[in-house]
Nanobody, 121 residues
Framework: QVQLVESGGGLVQAGGSLRLSCAAS?????MGWFRQAPGKEREFVAA????????AYGDSVKGRFTISGDNAKNTVYLQMNTLKPEDTAVYYC?????????????????WGQGTQVTVSS
């Protein structure tokens, strides 16, 4: 069982930045971030595969968001720059214990409780 604890959400103006953190209680194969806005489906944001350090991003955040990780701390970070009102959502951290698709939520086995990010215009 891996527990995930997210932090760093909040309210920011459009064009601003936020940094999310997710600390895992144990090792994983990869970790990712998804988000869900009211009335919308959960959307893939970014993922990091620990073994090779590879990353992947959803099209809507490419060039603005950066995922990074500290393997020793089992912690991933999501640096979000140039935030837009449409980035407003609950952001969820997820961990996978074996290989799967970066952007397929069903391939992740553990989920955090979510952290709210609100971007005002």
């Amino acid at each position: 069982q891996v527990q995930l604890v997210e932090s760093g959400g909040g309210l920011v103006q459009a064009g601003g930045s936020l940094r999310l953190s997710c600390a895992a209680s144990g090792r994983s194969f990869s970790m990712g971030w998804f988000r869900q806005a009211p009335g919308k489906e959960r959307e893939f944001v970014a993922a990091l595969r620990w073994s090779v350090g590879s990353t992947a991003y959803g099209d809507s955040v490419k060039g603005r968001f950066t995922i990074s990780g500290d393997n020793a701390k089992n912690t991933v970070y999501l640096q979000m720059n140039t935030l837009k009102p449409e980035d407003t959502a609950v952001y969820y951290c997820a961990a996978a214990v074996r290989r799967g698709a970066y952007d397929y939520s069903n391939d992740y086995h553990y989920w955090g409780q979510g952290t709210q990010v609100t971007v005002s215009s």
